[in-house]
């Protein structure tokens, strides 16, 4: 059938098939017009659509940028932001002039939504002394660019302190206190550190300021007494936040070698244990104490050779007694006569 065709289109000559194609455009267009009007008549169903729930909205402050602590906020760090009200924190503020020149208490990041909890100080609670844990104190030492980690502990890191303690021939170093907070460094609390940059002040360190609980802060200034303080500075995302108590000590080669430790002797004699059948001792009999007599003094007195006086015995009342009387002047003695020869 199709053959047929062929043949039958080939046998016309170039007039009759022009005029053929002219009658198919005709048919054509007049189906095409047919069609439109048919479809023109027809009414068309529309489906209306499904009303979308009024959702009610609210405006809020959210960050714009970082805001660090005990920093003043101004209106450049803030933007307003359209939110579901179910989805608007509880306190959230509204308007720019509500925390413009407030200090914030805490970190606030760039989307977080201001709310009174995270901007608002109170009263008791302004300047340094906010920063202080409610059962810490404030306590500093004296540190330098060696002890100070070389000025890379900013304030609000966690630090640990060791304890290096020297000897005449040993240096020992331990862990003295582990998760310290740094409240600041030579007075500086980290407001000058926007964006990360570090203030002069922390460049080179010489006091340093923790928050511990009062008898962490006792065993800090004793062992300050003892030997040099070091801050270990600890990552942000530490493995462990305690570790087991360590202490090492090295002996230096000149040291002398130890000397040989000798056995205590007792230093007490046990007492016998009587036994409670035993035999009573008799006590040893006391000895009679002989009267004292007093000691009277040998008084002689020789006058030439001869004893005049003699006083050995003590009279019977001695206070009474006297000795006899010496004479002042001894008795002169007579010469004998001695006669002269004479001459006859």
Request: charged letters at 15%; aromatic letters at 0%.
């Given at each position: 059938m199709f053959q047929k065709l062929i043949n039958i289109l080939n046998d016309?000559?170039?007039k009759q098939l022009l005029m053929l194609?002219?009658?198919a455009g005709v048919l054509m267009f007049l189906t095409i017009i047919v069609a439109m009007n048919f479809l023109g008549n027809e009414e068309v169903a529309i489906v209306p659509e499904e009303e979308k729930p009024i959702v009610e909205t609210t405006a809020v402050v959210v960050a714009k940028t970082n805001i660090h602590p005990r920093t003043i906020i101004q209106e450049s760090m803030l933007q307003m932001k359209e939110l579901p009200v179910d989805l608007?924190?509880?306190g959230a503020i509204k308007s720019f002039e509500d925390v413009k020149g407030v200090q914030v208490r805490v970190s606030i990041f760039a989307g977080d939504i201001l709310t009174i909890q995270k901007v608002f100080n109170d009263t008791s609670e302004e300047g340094f002394i906010g920063t202080i844990p409610a059962d810490c104190r404030a306590v500093s030492i004296n540190?330098?660019?060696i002890t100070g980690v070389a000025g890379f502990a900013r304030p609000g890191d966690k630090v640990d302190l060791l304890l290096s303690e020297k000897s005449d021939y040993s240096a020992t170093t331990m862990i003295l206190l582990q998760n310290v907070p740094l409240l600041s460094v030579n007075q500086d609390m980290g407001d000058s550190m926007l964006d990360g940059v570090n203030s002069a002040a922390i460049h080179n360190p010489t006091i340093a300021t923790f928050a511990l609980p009062p008898q962490d802060i006792l065993k800090l200034i004793s062992a300050s007494k003892l030997g040099e303080i070091y801050m270990m500075l600890r990552?942000?995302?530490?493995r462990s936040t305690y570790v087991d108590a360590m202490e090492y000590t090295i002996e230096s080669v000149n040291a002398p070698p130890p000397k040989p430790v000798r056995e205590p002797e007792p230093s007490y004699n046990p007492t016998p244990v009587i036994p409670s059948n035993a035999?009573?001792?008799?006590?040893?009999p006391s000895i009679p104490q002989m009267p004292a007599t007093p000691t009277v003094p040998k008084i002689?007195?020789?006058q030439g050779d001869q004893i005049v006086q003699s006083a050995s015995t003590p009279s019977a009342n001695p206070?009474?007694?006297a000795l006899p009387a010496i004479p002042s002047t001894p008795p002169v003695p007579s010469s004998p006569v001695v006669s002269s020869p004479t001459n006859n």
């Open positions: 016309l000559r170039p194609a002219g009658g608007a924190p509880e540190v330098n660019e990552p942000a995302n530490p035999p009573p001792v008799n006590p040893i002689e007195i020789i206070t009474t007694s």
